[in-house]
């Protein structure tokens, strides 16, 4: 079974995530690949990082259960292994919208899941503090509300993450009680 996190930019996801694949039970992370360069500080851990040309040359090859173009740079979710598709262990997809909307279509039964910050300037507080430039922050704050409102068009279950622990303890039991 695929659960899908997806919200804007600086929502949380990263920390939920990891949070929730520590605390369910069944449930693993699924780790994209992507062609931006990795963040100072961040875990080379965090995605596969590589090439435009062998992001493209795993495309070619069918390698992605689905990908998109986000903000100038790649990424995708590598086909996962039967035992999430057939089986009863689960799998986290931590991606954009344009991606989520891919895993639907593919698996309608997959359950999207929204993360929504308390408010957008709440939002515009947390992407200036994890040091976006300011360009990025802008573009990122206008592409959230379209995120939104996509996110919701496709069914989405949606989480305000006001409180870390209330949000990963909320949305541990929906995946716990959604999953096979
Ligand atoms: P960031 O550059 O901040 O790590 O990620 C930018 C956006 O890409 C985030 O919304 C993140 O969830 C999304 N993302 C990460 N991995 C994937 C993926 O495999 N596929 C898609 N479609 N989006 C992804």
Redesign the pocket.
């Known amino acids: 079974m695929l659960f899908v996190l997806?919200g804007p930019?600086g929502v949380g996801?990263g920390t939920v995530s990891s949070r929730l694949v520590e605390r369910v039970e069944n449930l693993d992370l699924s780790r994209?690949?992507?062609t931006?360069d990795r963040r100072d500080g961040e875990s080379p851990d965090?995605?596969v990082f590589v090439s435009r040309e062998a992001f493209e040359e795993r495309v070619a090859d069918g390698g992605f259960l689905?990908?998109?173009e986000?903000?100038g740079?790649l990424?995708?979710?590598p086909v996962p292994g039967d035992q999430y598709l057939t089986s009863d262990r689960n799998l986290l997809?931590?991606?954009?919208v344009?991606?989520a909307a891919q895993v639907k279509e593919r698996f309608p039964e997959s359950s999207i899941i929204l993360l929504l910050p308390p408010s957008m300037s709440e939002l515009e507080r947390r992407l200036i503090g994890r040091g976006d430039s300011s360009e990025h922050v802008k573009r990122r704050l206008d592409v959230a509300d379209l995120e939104i409102r996509t996110a919701r068009s496709l069914g989405a279950t949606e989480f305000v993450n006001s409180s870390i622990d209330v949000t990963v303890t909320d949305i541990a039991r929906f995946i716990e009680s959604n999953s096979r």
């Open positions: 997806c930019g996801k994209s690949w992507t931006r965090s995605y689905e990908y998109a986000f903000l740079n990424y995708g979710t997809l931590e991606i954009e344009q991606g």
